[in-house]
């Protein structure tokens, strides 16, 4: 079965400083990777997404994540961070090998930007 | 107004009382889905439909049920609430025909339901 961890349920960082934010899954066949962003009192939005082939994705709001095949990783970064990045982030990986919008997603890591 | 809506945002029940969570979307999706999100726990799929005749649980479906009432509309129930069931619900939706394919969802506000 596939899973997905985020090794840090907080990330407190100061302004203007880079994050990681780490992000490892399991799955034993080709996977589609997602990271999400949820501000307070909102639903997720759509951070940016692997599907295919470049292993560097970009997306909005200057982050990137980067997919490690080998590691089975796809963690997410960002190289300076403002007051408003202050959210929780998830990734999620898709179920099963097909395009069924059917997302496991991880436990969620709280990112604190302090001034 | 939003792409996706859910009424009501905040709910506070008792236990045992029947609830329902309204979704209803502008986006022309076909699929829709509910999740339910606990802190620690990220958030877990309970139903999903693919189209209006189609409804298929996901991994914590135990204790809810769902109605397609329409292509726009996906409603879940809490038959008889219970304490456990506390959380914040999410409706999602997605197209399969984009060319980011159907795992990209767009999201609800949010559901906060808290059952004493």
């Known amino acids: 079965a596939q899973s997905v961890t985020q090794l840090d349920s907080q990330v407190p960082v100061f302004e203007e400083a880079p994050v990681e934010l780490r992000c490892n899954y399991s799955?034993?066949?080709?996977?589609?990777l997602f990271w999400y962003v949820q501000y307070p009192n909102q639903g997720l939005q759509l951070l940016l997404k692997?599907?295919?082939?470049?292993?560097l994705v970009k997306g909005i709001n200057g982050f990137e994540a980067e997919f490690n095949k080998s590691q089975t990783s796809f963690h997410l970064r960002k190289p300076s961070v403002h007051i408003s990045d202050t959210a929780e982030y998830f990734c999620a990986v898709s179920e099963g090998s097909g395009n069924t919008g059917k997302l496991i997603f991880g436990q969620g890591t709280t990112l604190q930007v302090k001034p | 107004d939003a792409d996706v809506t859910q009424t009501p945002r905040n709910r506070i029940t008792k236990t045992g009382k029947r609830i329902m969570l309204e979704c209803s979307q502008t986006k022309g999706h076909d699929r829709m889905y509910w999740y339910r999100q606990d802190p620690g726990l990220g958030l877990r799929l309970i139903y999903y439909s693919f189209d209006v005749k189609d409804i298929n649980k996901g991994e914590i479906s135990d204790g809810y049920s769902v109605s397609r009432q329409a292509q726009a509309k996906f409603s879940l129930s809490l038959e008889s609430a219970i304490p456990n069931q506390t959380a914040l619900y999410f409706c999602a939706t997605s197209d399969p025909s984009a060319v980011s394919g159907a795992n990209v969802l767009t999201f609800g506000a949010g559901s906060r339901l808290t059952v004493l």
């Open positions: 692997y599907l295919s082939g470049s292993t």
């Open positions: 799955s034993s066949v080709s996977v589609y």
